[in-house]
Each structure stands twice: as C-alpha cells, then as structure tokens.
C-alpha cells in the first residue's frame, strides 16, 4: 500500500514536472494581462514622409514603433487607438494592427479583408510555452504600402521564471540564456511609395533607396546604425525581424553564431552558422559570446535585389566589447 502511495505521488510529482516544463501550472499562477495602447501618427525620416506607431504620448511617429514584449503565458490586449492619424484615402482609408506570426483567431488578426476593423481595435494574445522569441506587429491596411510607410515594430515572447519574472534567455533552454540583447529591425524604403496612393501602378515595382536596422541608416562601420557597449566574453543575443521588402543576408562579419528560435519556434536542432539569408517576414533568433579579448564586432545586414541578389547597400551594427 505504502509502495503503491509513494508511486502516486512520484507520478503526480512527474506530471506536473512536466505541464511545468510546458508553461502550463507556473504560467496558471503568475500569468499576466499586458495592456498596450498606440497611436499612429506622422514623421518626417531622410526627407520622406512616414506614418508611425507611437505610445500616444507623444506628437511623432516612431519608425520602428514601441517595442512590445509578452511572457509565456501571459495575455497581450493590444490596443490601435483611432484618434487623429493620418491615413490614405478610401478604399484604403485607416489602420489595423496584425501581429506577424502569431496564431490568434481571424478576430484578433487585424486583416480588413477578413473583417478586421479599420477604425481602431484590441487585439488579444496568449503566447504558449514554446512560441518565444520575435515577432513584429504591423498595420494590415493596404499593407503594400502601409508597412513601407513605417507602421511596424517588434513583439517578442519572453521565457518567464516560475515567480514570473522574465529570464534573460531566448526560450526556455538555459543554453539561450544572454548578458546582452538587442532587436535589429530590418526594414527598406522606396520614397516613391511614400507619396503614391490607391492602386496606383508604383506599388508594382519597388526599388528601395534607403537601408534600415532599428530604423537608423548606417553604410558604414564608422557610422553604424545600432550600437551595443558590451564586454569581452559575455553572451550576445539578437533578434533578427525582417520587415524588409527585399532580399537580405546577416552577418557578424566573420564570426559565426547560434540560431535557436526561427519564426517564433525553437529549432530541433540549433543552428550554427556564419551568415543567414533573411527574406521578408522571418525572423531569426541568434546568440554567440564575444571573445575574451576585447575588440569591436561589426554585424551586418546585406540588403540584396529581389530579382538577381545583386546588392542594394549594407548597413552595419557595431558592438564594443
Ligand atoms: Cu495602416
């Protein structure tokens, strides 16, 4: 009897080992509700006009917009607040929110096509254990030319503690865990779209000009577009979001690194690379350690042509350590 007793408990003990290595009791108990209001609103960015997200404090849009994180488990109410955004005129007047790579119901996924509203709205999202790691949200109206006009902006899912607290790790293996991240927004303009409304025959051939990361242009290594101050032989990691409209291929320019989230999923198996290709929408997961000598790493993205890969321009991160 005592025997039989004590293998209950074993058991019960390895079931809930196991729904909390799925998220599923820890989460039950420190979940939280994250509640996000933004405004859309205009800037003007290298002489182009943009239309972007903003926290509604503030007059000016911001290209990418306020970043938003969400723990495992935790329920993200997004709100599009409709006040007093610029917008394109009818049929492709106002704005939604969709948020890239995130499974919610149609009602939640900001598509006008599937009735998704277009004069404001909150979009509600639950991550599950296993969907850390980088999304992006962005407007869904017309979306040729409103995620060009700058209406996009990182939504990552973070591993959480069993207290509730975010781990400072990419997911739920403590392998990921980083002394430092940062969020490269990857993203490309064609000032012709900027002006160009409806359906007109523009939004058939995009021929960017301006390169991105973290909305910063940065051609080259003495004027990077985004800059890390680290220290030798800490733990990096990155998040690669492609909201770019072209082809592109990322790099440590030499080193190698570790992709372990793709698309918002752990990969099987990680993946250690010297470089990656990073096509529109994808979002790349990456970690690697500086050395133990201090120097200075200069990330780069190689933004590339739809049709033949030849380079459009690179544009470089710098990180000091
Ligand atoms: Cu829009």
């Not at 979940?31 to 933004?38: E, L």
């Not at 060009?148 to 990182?154: D, H, T």
């Not at 021929?207 to 101050?229: E, V, W």
């Not at 998040?239 to 320019?253: A, D, K, Q």
Request: aromatic letters at 10%; charged letters at 15%; proline letters at 5%.
């Amino acid at each position: 009897m005592n025997r039989i007793k004590s293998m209950s408990v074993i058991k019960l003990g390895t079931v809930v080992v196991l729904l909390m290595s799925l998220g599923i009791v820890a989460n039950a108990t420190q979940a939280a509700t994250i509640n996000k209001t933004v405004c859309v609103r205009g800037v003007m960015l290298f002489g182009v006009q943009f239309w972007g997200f903003n926290d509604c404090a503030m007059g000016a849009g911001l290209v990418p917009g306020p970043v938003v994180e969400v723990g495992v488990g935790d329920t993200l109410n997004l709100t599009l607040s409709g006040m007093m955004w610029p917008q394109e005129p009818a049929p492709y007047s106002g704005h939604t929110i969709h948020m890239h790579g995130a499974d919610v119901k149609t009602s939640e996924d900001g598509v006008p096509e599937t009735g998704g509203s277009i004069t404001g709205d909150t979009y509600t999202w639950t991550p599950a254990a296993g969907m850390e790691g980088s999304y992006a949200y962005h407007c869904h109206q017309h979306t040729v030319k409103h995620l060009e006009m700058g209406m996009y902006a990182s939504l990552i899912v973070r591993p959480k503690d069993a207290s509730g607290n975010f781990l400072n790790q990419i997911n739920s293996n403590s392998a990921t865990a980083f002394d430092y991240v940062q969020n490269y927004m990857l993203s490309t303009v064609d000032p012709k779209y900027h002006t160009a409304i409806g359906d007109s025959t523009v939004f058939a051939d995009y021929n960017p000009t301006i390169f991105l990361i973290d909305g910063k242009q940065g051609t080259s290594t003495s004027s990077p577009a985004i800059t890390l101050a680290a220290a030798p032989s800490k733990k990096v990691a990155l998040r690669l979001i492609g909201m770019h409209s072209v082809n592109g291929t990322f790099s440590l320019g030499g080193p190698s690194f570790t992709v372990y989230v793709r698309d918002g999923r752990t990969l099987s198996s990680p993946m250690t690379v010297s470089s990656i290709d990073i096509t529109p929408g994808t979002r790349y997961d990456i970690l690697f350690t500086l050395p133990s000598t201090s120097g200075t790493m200069y990330p780069r993205m190689v933004y590339k042509k739809l049709r033949d890969n030849a380079t459009y321009a690179t544009v470089y991160g710098k990180i000091t350590y």
